[in-house]
Every structure is written in structure tokens, then in C-alpha cells.
């Protein structure tokens, strides 16, 4: 006979419940449970100032992470409960209905405390007080006036206190344990064993531990993000430097041109002859502008140079230095080779214009660099081509054979992979970098020939 399937109303049978989703929904009801008890607690939380409203492990990247409180708050619960009811029931001779009411008001109040741990201290500590009537007035030969789940439960509340609460605060509150375990240690009979003295040590010692902790933790949270901030202070800082560097390489190449300028200015009422009067008063305030803007470059230049180059006045150089920054290479331990795939490449290479000339040596020299300081011994090829109106680099270096450790120290005058992103930018080309599957390393760039509308940021 066929059954007709549930109704999506009807509850489910409880075996349907042991599935993979079980301890989601227990989580979830522990979770539903808390948010209950931190709206009976608002009145607290308002009265001592607890604004703790995120729950522990809340911004943790999973979320059986951040369900864990509930369910370490839900399972004490749980077992505090029976356990403080039987205690009370066999031990002190309190009726079942009362030792159970006790028994939740000092249990539950642990899932409150993952959200809100000051209320649920209120909570707790109120019950706990209210609960040494029964146990002072029952058999004397028992431990008093605190139970042990009493204590078990206050010190796991003591651990979700002191990985939320303030230092003055967790001195407070210890205080108000020790204040109410001397209160309600006085109508102690004698003939029993007292625990007062015992959850008064052992609630100092786990808050001050739980506070230590947490307390480095948050240190080495604060530390991870200063180290953050100071990376990013060097890049940017870097960046800076390298760019300030090539302004002023940059400044010969543009004071060249300016030169030219002046002189042409000023020697063309000489060269062409029968110049009308408005054009010889053209070229005079061509050169004029051209002098006052070499005084300003100049000008421009002492504010740019630091102190350690102020000896730096050495012409710039470019392409046609390649050979000499080989062998200077070679003679440092790297065998090095440098080779231009067109015959007539070397007489083009002379039109090439200053800006870029003076980039392309310096990505070469940065790259031979690295080379030097990462890969000692590693074998290098340098290519130098012309293709579609752009000048390619390309630099390639296999694998370190040099056994020892990487050169400190290398004659680059940048700042390694930035200083060429600078440099490719300034003159608007690409960049290609990284690192070759069978070991070493590769830097490849195109530089346009004709100077770009904006430089690209």
C-alpha cells in the first residue's frame, strides 16, 4: 500500500534529523536560543555599558568557525543543567522543580555570553548568588556555597569575558567575585568544604590568562597591519625615488633639445637672409624663452637632486654603451652576450630618440642587475630589434649556477622591477616580466619610437 508523501507542514520524524544537517540545526537553535536571552538582557547590557553585539568568531572566514561558540555554549549548557539539577536534587536535598529552575538560570546564561558575555555575567552571577540559599541551608558536609558545575560554568563564562571585555573591566568583575564568594562565604557551615576560595583563584587565573591572550593576539593584529602600512609606505616611497631619478636623467635629454632650440633661434638672422624685422623679433624671443626655460630646468634640477647625487653630473647614457655595460657584466661573474638581429640595426639605433635610448639602457642595466644580485653565474642573452616603429628588449638569464649566495650589491642605479615599469611608462610602452619554467628569468620591452599622446598611468 502506497503512502502519500509528507506535507512540507508536517514535522519530520526526529531520525531525519541525524543527518550532515543535524548539527547545523543545533547550532542554528543554540544560535536562535542566544539571540532570546540577549533581549532579556538588553536592560543589562544598557545598565553596565555592554555594547558587545557581534558574536565571537563572527568575522571568521568559515562558518563552522563562526557556529563554534554556539555549539561550545550549547554543549556546556546542556550538560550544566541535568548535571546541577541532580547535584542539588541528591546532594542538598532541593526539590526537583527548583533545582531544575536553578540549573537553567545558571547554565543558560553561556549562550547569551557568546554575543553578549557582560549580560550573561549579570545573569549568571545573580543566579549564582540566589542559588547558595538552598545549598547553605542543605547538608552541611557537602562543598559550599559554590557547586562544582557552578564553578565549571563560571569559569568557561570567565574565558568568553576575557576575550571581549576591557582589562578595568575583567578587574571589576573579579572583584565582584571575590566581594560575593566573602558574602556568601560567611553563612558557610563549618563542617564543610569551602569552594569560595577555589573560584576566586581560579576565575583570577583565567581571566588574567584569557586577557594576555587576548591582548597578544590583538597586538599581533595591530603589528600585521603596521607592517602593511610601512610595505606600502617603502613601495610608495620607492616609486617616488625612482621617478625623482628619472626626472633627472631626464633633464639632460630635455636641456639637449632646449640648447639646440637656442642656439638655432639665435644663429637663424645670420643663416637666412632679407628676414623681415617681426621675424627677427620672433626668433629673439624664441631664444629668450628657450634661456629662461634652461634657467628654470636648472632650477628644477637642484631641487630634485639629494644630496647623495649632487655629484651625479655625468652624461647620460644610452644604447650605444651596451657593449662596455657587457663587459662590465662579464667581469662580474656573469657570462653575458648581446646580439642585434638586423645587420643594419646598429646605424638605426642612432635615431633613436633620447628618452628612449636612455630607458632602454637602463631596463638593460636593471635587468643585468637583478642577474647579478639573484642569479650569480646565470648565463644571459640580451636581444636588441626594430618592429612595427618600436624598439623591443628582451633579456633572458637561465638559472643560477653559482652555488653561493646572491650578490648583496649590484652596479643598478633603480629600484629592480619598479624602476622599469617607471621608465617603460614614461615613454608609454609595455613591460612583460617573470620568472621561465626551467629556472631563470625573463624581462622583455616594448618602446614606441614616437613619443605618446599621455603617458599611461
Given at each position: 500500500?502506497?503512502?502519500?508523501?509528507?506535507?512540507?507542514?508536517?514535522?519530520?520524524?526526529?531520525?531525519?534529523?541525524?543527518?550532515?544537517a543535524g548539527p547545523r540545526r543545533v547550532a542554528g537553535a543554540?544560535?536562535?536560543?542566544?539571540?532570546?536571552?540577549?533581549?532579556?538582557?538588553?536592560?543589562?547590557?544598557?545598565?553596565?555599558?555592554?555594547?558587545?553585539?557581534?558574536?565571537?568568531?563572527?568575522?571568521?572566514?568559515?562558518?563552522?568557525?563562526?557556529?563554534?561558540?554556539?555549539?561550545?555554549?550549547?554543549?556546556?549548557?546542556?550538560?550544566?543543567?541535568?548535571?546541577?539539577?541532580?547535584?542539588?536534587?541528591?546532594?542538598?536535598?532541593?526539590?526537583?522543580?527548583?533545582?531544575?529552575?536553578?540549573?537553567?538560570?545558571?547554565?543558560?546564561?553561556?549562550?547569551?555570553?557568546?554575543?553578549?558575555?557582560?549580560?550573561?555575567?549579570?545573569?549568571?552571577?545573580?543566579?549564582?548568588?540566589?542559588?547558595?540559599?538552598?545549598?547553605?541551608?542543605?547538608?552541611?558536609?557537602?562543598?559550599?556555597?559554590?557547586?562544582?558545575?557552578?564553578?565549571?560554568?563560571?569559569?568557561?563564562?570567565?574565558?568568553?569575558?576575557?576575550?571581549?571585555?576591557?582589562?578595568?573591566?575583567?578587574?571589576?568583575?573579579?572583584?565582584?567575585?571575590?566581594?560575593?564568594?566573602?558574602?556568601?562565604?560567611?553563612?558557610?557551615?563549618?563542617?564543610?568544604?569551602?569552594?569560595?576560595?577555589?573560584?576566586?583563584?581560579?576565575?583570577?587565573?583565567?581571566?588574567?590568562?584569557?586577557a594576555l591572550l587576548r591582548e597578544r593576539g590583538e597586538t599581533?593584529?595591530?603589528?600585521?597591519?603596521?607592517?602593511?602600512?610601512?610595505?606600502?609606505?617603502?613601495?610608495?616611497?620607492?616609486?617616488?625615488?625612482?621617478?625623482?631619478?628619472?626626472?633627472?636623467?631626464?633633464?639632460?635629454?630635455?636641456?639637449?633639445?632646449?640648447?639646440?632650440?637656442?642656439?638655432?633661434?639665435?644663429?637663424?638672422?645670420?643663416?637666412?637672409?632679407?628676414?623681415?624685422?617681426?621675424?627677427?623679433?620672433?626668433?629673439?624671443?624664441?631664444?629668450?624663452?628657450?634661456?629662461?626655460?634652461?634657467?628654470?630646468?636648472?632650477?628644477?634640477?637642484?631641487?630634485?637632486?639629494?644630496?647623495?647625487?649632487?655629484?651625479?653630473?655625468?652624461?647620460?647614457?644610452?644604447?650605444?654603451?651596451?657593449?662596455?655595460?657587457?663587459?662590465?657584466?662579464?667581469?662580474?661573474?656573469?657570462?653575458?652576450?648581446?646580439?642585434?638581429?638586423?645587420?643594419?640595426?646598429?646605424?638605426?639605433?642612432?635615431?633613436?630618440?633620447?628618452?628612449?635610448?636612455?630607458?632602454?639602457?637602463?631596463?638593460?642595466?636593471?635587468?643585468?642587475?637583478?642577474?647579478?644580485?639573484?642569479?650569480?653565474?646565470?648565463?644571459?642573452?640580451?636581444?636588441?630589434?626594430?618592429?612595427?616603429?618600436?624598439?623591443?628588449?628582451?633579456?633572458?638569464?637561465?638559472?643560477?649556477?653559482?652555488?653561493?649566495?646572491?650578490?648583496?650589491?649590484?652596479?643598478?642605479?633603480?629600484?629592480?622591477?619598479?624602476?622599469?615599469?617607471?621608465?617603460?611608462?614614461?615613454?608609454?610602452?609595455?613591460?612583460?616580466?617573470?620568472?621561465?619554467?626551467?629556472?631563470?628569468?625573463?624581462?622583455?620591452?616594448?618602446?614606441?619610437?614616437?613619443?605618446?599622446?599621455?603617458?599611461?598611468?
Amino acid at each position: 500500500m502506497s503512502t502519500a508523501p509528507p506535507s512540507p507542514d508536517q514535522p519530520r520524524p526526529p531520525e531525519e534529523e541525524s543527518g550532515p544537517a543535524g548539527p547545523r540545526r543545533v547550532a542554528g537553535a543554540a544560535r536562535l536560543l542566544g539571540e532570546r536571552l540577549a533581549a532579556a538582557g538588553a536592560a543589562f547590557t544598557a545598565a553596565l555599558g555592554d555594547d558587545r553585539s557581534e558574536p565571537l568568531l563572527a568575522t571568521a572566514p568559515r562558518r563552522w568557525m563562526r557556529l563554534l561558540p554556539y555549539l561550545i555554549a550549547l554543549g556546556f549548557t546542556a550538560a550544566l543543567i541535568p548535571v546541577t539539577t541532580q547535584v542539588l536534587a541528591n546532594d542538598y536535598g532541593v526539590g526537583g522543580g527548583l533545582a531544575a529552575a536553578i540549573g537553567v538560570a545558571q547554565s543558560a546564561p553561556l549562550i547569551l555570553a557568546v554575543s553578549r558575555p557582560l549580560a550573561a555575567w549579570t545573569i549568571m552571577i545573580t543566579a549564582a548568588v540566589f542559588g547558595t540559599v538552598p545549598v547553605l541551608h542543605g547538608d552541611a558536609h557537602h562543598p559550599s556555597p559554590w557547586t562544582a558545575p557552578v564553578i565549571v560554568g563560571y569559569l568557561v563564562l570567565c574565558i568568553a569575558l576575557a576575550l571581549r571585555e576591557s582589562r578595568r573591566r575583567l578587574v571589576g568583575i573579579w572583584l565582584v567575585t571575590v566581594a560575593a564568594s566573602i558574602l556568601v562565604g560567611f553563612f558557610r557551615a563549618d563542617s564543610s568544604q569551602d569552594t569560595s576560595v577555589l573560584l576566586i583563584v581560579l576565575s583570577g587565573g583565567v581571566l588574567l590568562l584569557g586577557a594576555l591572550l587576548r591582548e597578544r593576539g590583538e597586538t599581533r593584529r595591530k603589528l600585521v597591519v603596521q607592517e602593511t602600512i610601512s610595505e606600502a609606505e617603502r613601495t610608495r616611497r620607492t616609486l617616488l625615488e625612482e621617478r625623482a631619478r628619472i626626472a633627472r636623467e631626464l633633464h639632460d635629454v630635455v636641456a639637449h633639445h632646449m640648447s639646440v632650440i637656442t642656439v638655432q633661434a639665435d644663429s637663424a638672422p645670420y643663416r637666412l637672409q632679407d628676414l623681415p624685422d617681426e621675424a627677427r623679433g620672433e626668433f629673439e624671443s624664441i631664444a629668450a624663452g628657450a634661456r629662461a626655460s634652461l634657467t628654470e630646468m636648472r632650477r628644477l634640477l637642484v631641487v630634485l637632486r639629494n644630496e647623495e647625487a649632487q655629484g651625479d653630473l655625468v652624461p647620460q647614457p644610452g644604447l650605444a654603451h651596451l657593449g662596455q655595460l657587457v663587459e662590465a657584466t662579464i667581469r662580474g661573474g656573469v657570462p653575458a652576450d648581446v646580439s642585434y638581429p638586423e645587420l643594419a640595426l646598429v646605424a638605426e639605433l642612432a635615431d633613436v630618440p633620447p628618452a628612449v635610448d636612455l630607458s632602454a639602457y637602463r631596463i638593460v642595466q636593471e635587468a643585468l642587475a637583478n642577474v647579478v644580485r639573484h642569479s650569480p653565474g646565470a648565463r644571459t642573452q640580451i636581444s636588441v630589434s626594430l618592429e612595427d616603429n618600436a624598439l623591443l628588449l628582451v633579456v633572458v638569464n637561465g638559472p643560477a649556477t653559482d652555488r653561493g649566495s646572491p650578490v648583496e650589491a649590484a652596479p643598478g642605479t633603480g629600484h629592480g622591477l619598479i624602476g622599469m615599469h617607471e621608465r617603460v611608462r614614461l615613454v608609454g610602452g609595455t613591460l612583460d616580466v617573470g620568472p621561465l619554467p626551467g629556472g631563470g628569468f625573463r624581462v622583455a620591452a616594448r618602446l614606441p619610437l614616437t613619443a605618446p599622446d599621455s603617458p599611461t598611468e
